[in-house]
């Protein structure tokens, strides 16, 4: 089985064609690099996904039924949930605040619903858990350090119990060490069966966690390989077009 | 990797209720009054305390809908208007159903016209939240054009003249907006009554969490399926029917109300929520910052008063009030390095 299945799946905005005959796949619980330029259509394609934008030509498959997204909200229903890069996350919130947003817990007192924090708390500390990320649900956001707002953010789309996470960018601007925070994430979801899509212009973050690597020139997919069977240097030239298939 | 000794929790005094604007002007709120009340002992007297505790609480429970609002990152200038003009049509309707076959029923009359009075604040309240979350018109630019359509209102229907509240149940609509119940001014009870329900609408619902969510990150609350435009229509119409509730208390306890009612009240409302905690930029603030700020500005007023100040220097010690506490929490929020 298959999770994901793009075929030939295009994007033009008028008469710019930001993506032409993209197909590839990815399976559960495998974690995908999607690589590219800037404007090589890596966000275009995120948003198709994620059901921001409908494609122009082509069809996607989700768990072997083609899927139709006319909102973000029928991708999430699908399974797909999406760590934007600026994490979308309120810190004036508490962490559980945050993982909760939009569906709340509640409990019943005197024919009112009123939040139900202890639930919500216990909750998301096993998620954190779960992620091994040493995050207090009480504590603000604010005060968070870049990795524990990733777990915060992943924690979210566990919540929702998806199948597939679309990470844009998630070591983007956060230091060394919290990128091994989040890696080691990124590798807890795969231990849990998720497959996760990861939008990244670090070489050495693909090359650490990703199974599979996939990479867009101008629109067009020019590599879709084993990221046992390529390298950095290969990969960089097929991003930069010095190669022009891998 | 797995280890994170470098994460802990936060000390107790740099968290939590302890660490916010709230609490240290609720410090400085209480060496104020032990030092008004050394300076001047009629201070403490039982007269002037009630009328301290009755004038703090008209700006008091705007407050609490100003601060509502300022919290989702907006601002409500109209709500002084809307004091005067929901207090202009309640007593406008007792009057006119005094006479009437409504009076037969006790306490009808009342009723109506304090429900007619809050319904007017309502709608002010709704027609703002409309035009700022759904055709995203600015709020500062909004409420100050309500501010004025609103007073200019006030004048048009009574034609500059103020409306006498007359009529068979005048006494009650007095006892109810002007009385005393166990020694206490009603103002402060309805004050601190509104204060524990605004406490637990912020804090254990969710609408509360969206108003917070809101104001800390607009795009972020829409992405996860917060209603946000709901939402913050909803906080204008609160901040509209609590400017009412006001504005209608303020008539009775005046016994008339002036077409200029409440004219210019919005500054002290808004420079209550400020001093109080709330943050302009949105995502912070509660209804004990909105009371404690409110409280503030009283007992400075009143102890000038019985200091023999100039009463022409108030409005300018509480301009310095307000920039000191917004600079104390700025130059605490810089030491945390947030």
């Keep these: ?246 | 990797m797995s280890d994170f000794s470098n994460v802990r929790q936060v000390s107790w005094h740099s968290r939590g209720f302890l660490a916010s604007q709230t609490a240290y002007v609720t410090l400085a709120l209480a060496l104020l009054v032990a030092a008004i009340s050394v300076v001047a002992p009629e201070f403490l007297s039982f007269g002037n305390l009630s009328n301290v505790l009755t004038d703090f609480s008209y700006i008091g429970i705007v407050a609490f809908g100003s601060t509502l609002v300022i919290i989702t990152g907006g601002i409500d200038l109209s709500v002084g208007s809307s004091m005067g003009l929901s207090a202009i049509i309640a007593a406008m309707l007792f009057r006119a159903l005094g006479p009437t076959a409504v009076a037969a029923v006790p306490g009808a009359v009342l009723a109506i016209s304090v429900v007619g009075g809050l319904a007017v604040g309502a709608t002010i309240g709704l027609i703002n939240g409309l035009l700022i979350a759904y055709t995203g018109l600015a709020p500062f630019v909004t409420t100050l054009g309500m501010l004025s359509i609103v007073r200019g209102l006030c004048y048009a229907i009574t034609n500059g003249q103020g409306v006498d509240i007359t009529g068979p149940e005048a006494n009650l609509f007095f006892r109810l907006s002007d009385g005393t119940l166990l020694g206490l001014p009603v103002p402060l009870l309805y004050l601190l009554a509104l204060g524990v329900m605004m406490g637990l609408l912020l804090h254990h619902t969710a609408r509360g969490r969206y108003v917070f969510a809101i104001g800390g990150n607009e795009r972020a609350a829409a992405l996860t399926g917060v209603p946000v435009q709901r939402v913050k229509t909803g906080v204008y119409v609160l901040s509209g029917l609590t400017a009412a509730l006001s504005g209608i208390l303020l008539g009775g306890w005046l016994g008339s109300v002036p077409a200029n009612l409440a004219d210019g009240y919005e500054l002290r409302i808004i420079a209550a929520s400020v001093i109080g905690g709330a943050n302009l930029l949105g995502g912070v603030g509660g209804p004990l910052g909105a009371i404690v700020g409110s409280a503030l500005i009283e007992v400075i007023r009143n102890g000038l008063v019985l200091a023999r100040v100039n009463t022409y220097w108030q409005q300018t010690v509480v301009g310095a009030i307000i920039i000191a506490a917004v600079l104390v929490d700025r130059l605490r929020s810089r030491r945390l390095g947030q």
């Excluded at chain 1, 569906?103 to 009123?114: D, K, N, Q, V, Y």
């Excluded at chain 1, 992943?154 to 925070?181: F, G």
């Excluded at chain 1, 994430?185 to 998720?194: N, T």
């Design chain 1, 1 to 246: 089985m298959t999770l994901l299945t793009l075929e030939d799946v295009g994007k033009s905005y008028g008469a710019v064609q930001a993506l032409s005959n993209v197909s590839f796949q990815v399976g559960p619980g495998e974690i995908v690099g999607l690589m590219g330029d800037n404007g090589a259509g890596k966000s275009t394609l995120v948003k198709i996904i994620a059901g921001v934008f409908r494609q122009s030509e082509g069809t996607m498959r989700f768990q072997d039924k083609e899927v139709h997204f006319h909102a973000p909200v029928d991708a999430r229903k699908a399974g797909i949930e999406v760590v934007h890069q600026d994490l979308a996350i309120a810190d004036n919130l508490s962490a559980a605040a945050n993982i909760f947003l939009g569906r709340e817990l509640h409990r019943r007192i005197a024919g009112f619903r009123w939040l139900d924090h202890a639930a919500m708390a216990k909750r998301s500390g096993e998620l954190f858990n779960e992620l091994k990320s040493e995050t207090r649900p009480g504590e603000l956001v604010r005060r968070m350090s870049g990795g524990q707002r990733q777990a915060v953010a992943i924690a979210r789309t566990r919540l929702a119990d998806a199948k597939l996470i679309l990470m844009d960018e998630p070591t983007a601007a956060i230091s060394v060490r919290q990128i091994a925070e989040v890696l080691a994430l990124i590798l807890r979801l795969r231990d849990a069966g998720i497959a996760v899509l990861l939008i990244s212009h670090r070489m050495p973050d693909v090359f650490d966690v990703c199974d599979r690597v996939v990479v867009l020139r101008r629109g067009r997919l020019v590599a879709n390989k084993a990221i046992a069977s390529s390298s950095p240097q290969e990969v960089t030239g097929l991003i930069t077009g010095a190669l022009e298939t891998a």
